[in-house]
């Protein structure tokens, strides 16, 4: 099945910084790659998703890319702000298209 | 829009009882999630439902059971609880796939 590994674990940024997290998935008929944020206590919630037709997608400060070739999509969040501070989480669907496997997540703390 | 529901929001059981977690969207959504997370990891898939009637397993679906009557809920159901089944639980809903939308969570403890 699906592996998606996801690093750093952790990751400490000065307010305005950007922030990178990176993950690699196993299964090259994957075909889709969600980014969760979720916050102390929450359930997580989608920020931005992209497709394997794309290389690139951005909503304001936040870019994910993808590199099929080699197996890997990153998350960019520009301009950090304290309320960024939260665990995200990258996914990959299978190849059935009916399954999300996630990463083991990211706490991403912005100190202001 | 309530959105999606879980009930209840924190619980704790002896080893051996059972429960039913319960899980209600008011989206009109087709799909349905069953996800655990343990703690500093990632969501692991119980078990899913692409409509009334329909379930199917996912990555850890040994211990439980779900069922789908409705559209709107899809309770998942543990028997015999043990120790290893303390986890966070957390029920999610969307038209396909793609961009699911996730309840609170439901957090249990067995001991």
């Known amino acids: 099945g699906e592996n998606v590994e996801q690093h750093p674990s952790t990751l400490s940024v000065q307010e305005g910084d950007s922030a990178v997290i990176k993950c690699t998935y196993s299964?090259?008929?994957?075909?889709?790659f969600p980014w969760y944020k979720q916050e102390l206590g929450k359930g997580p919630q989608l920020i931005i998703d992209?497709?394997?037709?794309?290389g690139e997608k951005k909503d304001q400060r936040i870019a994910v890319t993808l590199n099929k070739t080699a197996k890997h999509f990153s998350l960019h969040i520009t301009e950090t702000q304290p309320e960024d501070s939260a665990v995200y989480f990258c996914?990959?669907?299978?190849?059935?298209?009916?399954?999300?496997?996630f990463g083991g997540g990211t706490r991403l703390m912005v100190k202001p | 829009n309530a959105g999606v529901t879980q009930t209840p929001k924190f619980r704790i059981l002896k080893i051996g009882q059972s429960m039913t977690l319960q899980c209600a969207q008011d989206?009109?959504?087709?799909?349905m999630y069953w996800y655990r997370q343990d703690p500093g990891m990632g969501l692991k898939l119980i078990y899913y439902?692409?409509?009334?009637?329909?379930?199917d397993k996912g990555e850890v679906p040994n211990g439980y059971n779900v069922s789908r009557s409705t559209t709107e809920d899809f309770p998942l159901r543990l028997e015999l609880a043990a120790p290893s089944q303390t986890s966070v639980y957390f029920c999610?809903?969307?038209?396909?796939?793609?961009?699911?939308?996730f309840g609170p969570g439901t957090r249990l403890t067995v001991t």
């Open positions: 299964d090259s008929a994957s075909n889709y």
């Open positions: 989206m009109n959504h087709n799909y």
């Open positions: 439902s692409v409509g009334a009637g329909i379930t």
């Open positions: 999610a809903s969307g038209h396909r796939l793609y961009e699911q939308y």
């Open positions: 996914a990959a669907s299978n190849n059935a298209g009916n399954m999300l496997t």
């Open positions: 992209i497709r394997s037709n794309v």
